[in-house]
């Protein structure tokens, strides 16, 4: 079993910045691909970032392309996403996944370990 906390979620004005943290355990970090995934009240659960496995694939939504980044440390089996120039229309639950050996999948059927989600909003 891998087990995946967020962290890092609140409140921040349009133009701010947050950045979430995904902490790992349970499987050795490095077999895994982490996604990140949103789900606003009233929609769908979206895809934002991946990170593959080896680090080495990055994929993005075009809503965030240029404004957030993810990153995985293994020091820490963490994955990073460091989000600017936020929005409104950002504000969801963010919640981070892992797939094994993971290449930059969109699919959050692909990903079989959930974290229990982190609130951002974005308001003025």
């Known amino acids: 079993q891998v087990q995946l906390v967020e962290s890092g979620g609140g409140l921040v004005q349009p133009g701010g910045s947050l950045r979430l943290s995904c902490a790992v355990s349970g499987r050795p970090f490095y077999d895994y691909a982490v996604g990140w995934f949103r789900q606003a009240p009233g929609k769908e659960r979206e895809f934002v970032a991946t990170v593959s496995w080896s680090g080495i694939v990055t994929e993005y939504a075009d809503s965030v392309k240029g404004r957030f980044a993810t990153v995985r440390d293994r020091a820490t089996s963490s994955v990073y996403l460091q989000m600017n120039s936020l929005k409104p229309e950002d504000t969801a639950v963010y919640y981070c996944?892992?797939?094994?050996?993971?290449?930059?999948?969109?699919?959050?059927?692909?990903?079989?370990?959930w974290g229990q989600g982190t609130q951002v909003t974005v308001s003025s």
């Open positions: 996944a892992a797939e094994y050996h993971g290449v930059g999948n969109k699919e959050s059927d692909k990903f079989a370990y």
